[in-house]
């Protein structure tokens, strides 16, 4: 058994006998050139209009000494698509390999971004024009990413991992609170209703010298802060991944979005308020770093299960002819579907492929990945049941729709399903939606334990 001689030093830093992990990174910038469709907000009436900051993927390949191996994969986009994650999982395994357990593609979920092929396809009332720019961008962006991850792949050096986590306190529950009154409500000492994770999960890369070389970290609200932008921008998290590299010269910053499907970073509406809101995120980083964290022995495990997600309810042929009558978007999910309808093609009666995955790092790390708009409840329950360290991604290698629990499931409400944001063919998840993914999350960490 591999000895490893680990001590934990205040800012982060470590001696080592040997630096065991064997780590790859790199990034590229996957800006539009042209003024194409913004993915996030329905109410956008018009593509956009040039660049507030630049858009990257990036990516970190994690190696131990065994050969296991992984890849995480960050993108300044507001989701992954099921055509492009498909083709990345097939190609990648043809050149080098790799499995779905071993590959990891999570979104920031910038409502600044460009909208992707086949994605949000009915909430735009955009021409051919625009929608053959999607097409030519999504084209171009594969073959970036692919090369990416290539690049990290040939570039594994040595280093040591760090786990730590801090604390950020402006995600809001968008459900059960007024944004507009927030300062009033904060003024006179009242707390924000319903359930948030304020959790900063960071993991630490550093060189065999202590030099810090990437710091991995996530946050569970919505990136979407510039309400009124129309200009591409990763959003708060660019504003914090920006300060992290200003501050540490040579290192990469990636964010991944957490359960926040039901969260806002909040207040928000401006560019100042999407700045606060970033350098927030970037002291609670740096808190972390400055402070001992705890190391990563260089063990690492990875699986992955499809789940099959039902309906519960789907659209009747009344109901899609009276919203066919409206202008916004539902009405064009509406008039798509009886479109399909009346040519005779049949609705699907559920989404066979939720992907969840899970990572456990060093000892006893847990790193939980699922696909879709996933709201907080998520989080909160799998810290309950695998402790407080456990690390929740959401929005990771397709992001098909939104992912109520059982509780929003219930209540109700545009998070519990806005199908006709996705273009879905349903009015409602099966009612055992949340037992359904816990279930395949417990297989999971059962198996990489």
């Not at 050139?33 to 994690?62: H, Y």
């Not at 690049?151 to 986590?165: I, V």
């Not at 402006?170 to 959790?199: C, H, I, V, W, Y």
């Not at 049941?385 to 959401?394: D, I, K, L, Q």
Request: glycine share 8%; net charge neutral; aromatic share 10%.
């Amino acid at each position: 058994m591999l000895a490893l001689a680990l001590c934990a030093l205040p800012g982060g830093g470590a001696a080592a006998t040997a630096p065991f992990w064997r780590v790859g990174i790199a990034q590229v910038n996957i800006t539009p050139t042209t003024n194409l469709w913004m993915a996030g907000f329905a109410a956008r009436t018009r593509p956009a209009e040039g660049k507030l900051d630049d858009l990257f993927a990036k990516v970190l390949v994690l190696e131990a000494p065994d050969g296991e191996l992984t890849v995480l994969l960050t993108a300044d986009l507001v989701g992954i698509p099921k055509w492009l994650y498909e083709n990345l999982c097939r190609e990648l395994a043809r050149r080098h390999g790799l499995t779905r357990a071993q590959l990891r593609l999570a979104a920031s979920h910038t409502h600044s971004g460009p909208v992707l092929r086949d994605a949000l396809q009915d909430i735009y009332p955009w021409d051919q024009t625009h929608r053959k720019l999607s097409e030519d961008y999504s084209a171009w962006l594969e073959p970036q990413l692919i090369a990416v991850i290539e690049r990290a792949l040939a570039q594994r050096t040595p280093a040591t991992l760090w786990a730590g986590q801090g604390r950020a306190t402006f995600a809001l529950n968008r459900r059960t609170n007024d944004e507009s009154k927030l300062q009033q409500m904060l003024q006179r000492g009242e707390k924000p209703k319903g359930p948030s994770d304020f959790a900063v999960p960071v993991l630490a890369v550093r060189a065999p010298d202590q030099r810090l070389r990437a710091v991995v970290f996530g946050y569970a609200a919505h990136t979407s802060t510039l309400t009124q932008n129309q200009l591409w921008s990763a959003d708060y998290c660019g504003v914090t991944m920006r300060a992290l590299e200003a501050n540490h010269p040579g290192a990469t910053a990636l964010f991944w979005q957490g359960c926040g499907s039901d969260q806002s970073a909040a207040p928000r509406g401006t560019l100042e308020l999407c700045r606060q809101r970033g350098e927030e995120l970037a002291s609670a980083v740096e808190t972390v770093l400055q402070q001992p964290m705890t190391p990563l022995p260089p063990r690492l495990r990875a699986a992955f299960e499809f789940v099959a997600l039902d309906f519960g309810e789907q659209p009747s042929e009344e109901d899609l002819k009276k919203l066919a009558q409206g202008s916004d978007y539902r009405a064009r999910w509406a008039r798509r579907l009886g479109s399909e309808r009346a040519a005779g093609r049949s609705f699907a009666s559920g989404y066979p492929e939720f992907p969840v995955q899970v990572w456990k790092l060093g000892a006893d790390q847990l790193w939980i990945a699922l696909g879709g708009e996933v709201c907080v409840d998520y989080a909160l329950r799998f810290k309950s049941e695998y402790g407080s360290n456990v690390w929740v991604t959401a929005y990771a290698n397709d992001v098909m729709a939104y992912i109520p629990s059982r509780r929003l499931w219930e209540e109700g409400g545009y998070q519990a399903g806005a199908f006709e944001v996705y273009g879905l063919p349903a009015t409602r998840w099966c009612g055992d939606i949340e037992d359904r993914i816990a279930g395949a999350v417990n297989r999971l960490v059962q198996k990489v334990r």
